[in-house]
């Protein structure tokens, strides 16, 4: 009950005008935002002109750091400098201890033993580890890998650099909903199968793997199981027993902790082997070597402590906002298509195609809200989402998402906010749209048969 009251406390800071900040310039929320003199106020970034800090909802991308984070943080880089390595003085065992005790918060989040953690600079070195770690240990007697066709590029191109030593990989296709279809899995895991990796939630469209079901075929066929947990811990319980995992990656900063650090679980019982991407001093049960960012680390754990002890509390609050910006949405807008499973599916993240409007246009527009259209590692690109062309999508459909991250500090004012200011932009395009406008007048404008010039 009392981290219910200091989330909720928390909550009502980060969203309050207070002091000499009253203006509240550096807060992104809809509360704050009414505070604010726009004329004044106003922002120039890569010309673009907005009118104040926009409302943050890209909670996939990264989260805000928690403040209670934050002061463990600061606690440890004024009082445990020292080296975590360094075994012959009072300040390396400062040190060492902060790292353990970090290390035995984040095993406890996912079930495991502390001798199973290994702290990386994040899921993405910790997916590189994997894939390519696992394969290059047991070359000799397995060629072969099976992923999905929606994993995070880091583990698809992890995957196309071990095709690029010779080693084959099975792409497996998802269902409509974004799932993976259990049967062509198992058809798929032959003899030479060295690794399986799958995603347990999708960054982009929040939809939450079948984890069990997929570690019990593994398990049937003696095939070591990863999965990139980067957006599934601390946000659904997770059990690498239960799950029957060898190797799992996290990041810190998904679940309101620091950049810069993450963690492979990596299965010691029965033992999974893995070659090391780089060499040295052996830290880290000779795996990473390297040596540890403490207060990272020190972040790390304190936020899978918090998250322990708020997943239920954060989930019904988030929960209860999703309904509210999904709603809010379509009581005003027609030709809206959540992407995904909605059954099976990570509350934080609502995935969402506008049709009958330009893609880039209605991002552009929406300016004043932090969103994206999918992936921060693939945002560049003017490609529509893989992910989504995976599931089926059409290519005009895909081009319209926005991805909605929904977090632990988000207000209600926020979302009305956002729905708001979503409705208005989707509407002026519409206006401009004369598809809409053939819709509207009941023509099926999939039937029409388009001449060239």
């Given at each position: 009950?009392?981290?219910?009251?200091?989330?909720a406390?928390?909550?009502?800071?980060?969203?309050?005008?207070?002091?000499?900040f009253?203006?509240?310039?550096?807060?992104?929320?809809?509360?704050?935002?009414?505070?604010?003199n726009?004329?004044?106020?106003?922002?120039?970034?890569?010309?673009?002109?907005?009118?104040?800090?926009?409302?943050?909802?890209?909670?996939?991308?990264?989260?805000?750091?928690?403040?209670?984070?934050?002061d463990?943080?600061?606690?440890?880089?004024i009082?445990?400098?020292?080296?975590?390595?360094?075994?012959?003085h009072?300040?390396?065992w400062?040190?060492?201890?902060?790292?353990?005790?970090?290390?035995?918060?984040?095993?406890?989040?996912?079930?495991?033993s502390?001798?199973?953690?290994?702290?990386?600079?994040?899921?993405?070195?910790a997916?590189?580890?994997?894939?390519?770690?696992?394969?290059?240990?047991?070359?000799?007697?397995?060629?072969?890998?099976i992923t999905?066709?929606?994993e995070?590029?880091?583990?698809?191109?992890?995957?196309?650099?071990?095709?690029?030593?010779?080693?084959?990989?099975?792409?497996?296709?998802?269902?409509?909903d974004?799932?993976?279809d259990?049967?062509?899995?198992?058809?798929?895991i032959?003899?030479?199968?060295?690794?399986?990796?799958?995603?347990?939630?999708?960054?982009?469209i929040?939809?939450?793997?079948?984890?069990?079901?997929?570690?019990?075929?593994?398990?049937?066929?003696?095939?070591?199981?990863?999965?990139?947990a980067?957006?599934?811990?601390?946000?659904?319980?997770?059990?690498?027993?239960?799950?029957?995992?060898?190797?799992?990656?996290?990041?810190?900063?998904?679940?309101?902790?620091?950049?810069g650090?993450?963690?492979?679980?990596?299965?010691?019982?029965?033992?999974?082997?893995?070659e090391?991407?780089?060499?040295?001093?052996?830290?880290?049960?000779?795996?990473?070597?390297?040596?540890?960012?403490?207060?990272?680390?020190?972040?790390?754990?304190?936020a899978?402590?918090?998250?322990?002890?708020?997943?239920?509390?954060?989930?019904?609050?988030?929960?209860?906002?999703?309904?509210?910006?999904?709603?809010?949405?379509?009581?005003?807008?027609?030709?809206?298509?959540?992407?995904?499973?909605?059954?099976?599916r990570?509350?934080?993240?609502l995935?969402?195609?506008?049709?009958?409007?330009?893609?880039?246009?209605?991002?552009?527009?929406?300016?004043?809200?932090?969103?994206?259209?999918?992936?921060?590692?693939?945002?560049?690109?003017?490609?529509?989402?893989?992910?989504?062309?995976?599931?089926?999508?059409?290519?005009?459909?895909?081009?319209?998402?926005?991805?909605?991250?929904?977090?632990?500090?988000?207000t209600?004012?926020?979302?009305?906010?956002?729905?708001?200011?979503?409705?208005?932009?989707?509407?002026?395009?519409?206006?401009?749209?004369?598809?809409?406008?053939?819709?509207?007048?009941?023509?099926?404008?999939k039937?029409?048969?388009?001449s060239?010039?």
């Amino acid at each position: 009950m009392a981290s219910k009251v200091i989330s909720a406390t928390i909550r009502r800071t980060l969203t309050k005008p207070h002091g000499t900040f009253s203006r509240c310039r550096y807060l992104s929320t809809a509360a704050a935002a009414t505070e604010v003199n726009y004329e004044d106020e106003s922002i120039m970034m890569k010309g673009v002109r907005i009118s104040g800090r926009p409302l943050y909802l890209d909670m996939q991308a990264t989260t805000p750091i928690d403040p209670r984070v934050f002061d463990a943080m600061n606690a440890s880089q004024i009082h445990e400098y020292g080296n975590p390595h360094s075994r012959t003085h009072l300040y390396g065992w400062e040190a060492e201890n902060a790292v353990e005790n970090a290390r035995n918060q984040v095993a406890k989040l996912i079930e495991a033993s502390p001798k199973e953690i290994v702290f990386v600079s994040g899921a993405t070195e910790a997916n590189n580890m994997a894939v390519k770690g696992v394969m290059h240990f047991y070359k000799d007697t397995k060629k072969h890998v099976i992923t999905t066709q929606t994993e995070h590029k880091c583990v698809l191109d992890s995957c196309r650099h071990l095709q690029q030593e010779g080693f084959e990989v099975t792409y497996l296709p998802v269902k409509t909903d974004g799932l993976v279809d259990l049967e062509m899995l198992r058809e798929a895991i032959r003899p030479d199968t060295g690794l399986v990796s799958i995603m347990a939630v999708n960054n982009e469209i929040g939809v939450v793997q079948p984890m069990e079901e997929i570690g019990m075929i593994c398990k049937e066929h003696n095939v070591p199981f990863h999965t990139d947990a980067a957006q599934a811990i601390g946000k659904i319980p997770v059990d690498v027993k239960k799950w029957n995992v060898a190797l799992m990656s996290m990041s810190a900063h998904k679940i309101y902790g620091p950049k810069g650090v993450g963690a492979l679980y990596v299965r010691r019982r029965p033992r999974i082997r893995l070659e090391p991407l780089m060499n040295g001093g052996g830290q880290e049960r000779g795996l990473r070597s390297g040596t540890g960012a403490t207060q990272q680390i020190v972040g790390f754990g304190a936020a899978c402590e918090l998250a322990m002890k708020e997943m239920k509390y954060d989930e019904k609050w988030i929960k209860g906002l999703q309904e509210r910006l999904l709603n809010g949405v379509r009581e005003k807008l027609d030709g809206v298509v959540v992407n995904g499973s909605m059954d099976s599916r990570y509350v934080g993240n609502l995935n969402l195609s506008f049709a009958y409007v330009e893609g880039e246009s209605l991002l552009m527009g929406l300016k004043e809200v932090a969103v994206s259209s999918g992936s921060a590692c693939t945002s560049a690109s003017l490609e529509p989402s893989y992910v989504l062309r995976a599931l089926g999508v059409d290519e005009d459909m895909a081009h319209t998402s926005i991805r909605f991250g929904i977090g632990r500090f988000t207000t209600k004012e926020e979302i009305d906010k956002a729905v708001e200011l979503t409705v208005k932009q989707v509407e002026k395009l519409r206006e401009m749209s004369p598809l809409y406008e053939m819709v509207k007048e009941g023509i099926d404008i999939k039937n029409i048969q388009w001449s060239q010039h």
